[in-house]
């Protein structure tokens, strides 16, 4: 199961670097008009949300791996890893919605 607990992470990883390239990822901007997009730095917002996967998705592989490595049950090696990825996830879209 470590494989699809490095695989998550991996995944969350991935997605912040498309979401840096390619903003129109962003859920909802795409369907904006454009008076709505021009509320939002386009420049900004994409950067907090690469920074905030992709630090969530090295924490939740980290986590899992040492864990793993420490021979922690896999029951609370998965718990720590969704309170990980629920609170990154968390984190970034209360900063997203504060700042933009």
């Known amino acids: ?30 369907t904006m008009t454009a008076e709505e997009k021009k509320n939002i730095d386009i420049k900004k917002f994409p950067t907090l949300l690469h920074n905030g996967l ?7 592989i980290m ?3 040492l864990l793993f490595l420490l021979d922690v049950e896999h029951f609370y090696r998965l718990l720590i890893s969704v309170i990980i990825l629920v609170f990154g996830l968390l984190y970034t879209l209360i900063n997203a919605h504060k700042k933009y």
């Open 1 to 30: 199961m470590l494989f699809v607990e490095t695989l998550v992470g991996a995944i969350f990883i991935i997605c912040g670097l498309l979401v840096k390239k390619y903003p129109n990822l962003i859920a909802g901007y795409n």
């Open 54 to 60: 992709i630090i969530t998705g090295a924490l939740a």
């Open 63 to 65: 986590a899992t791996s």
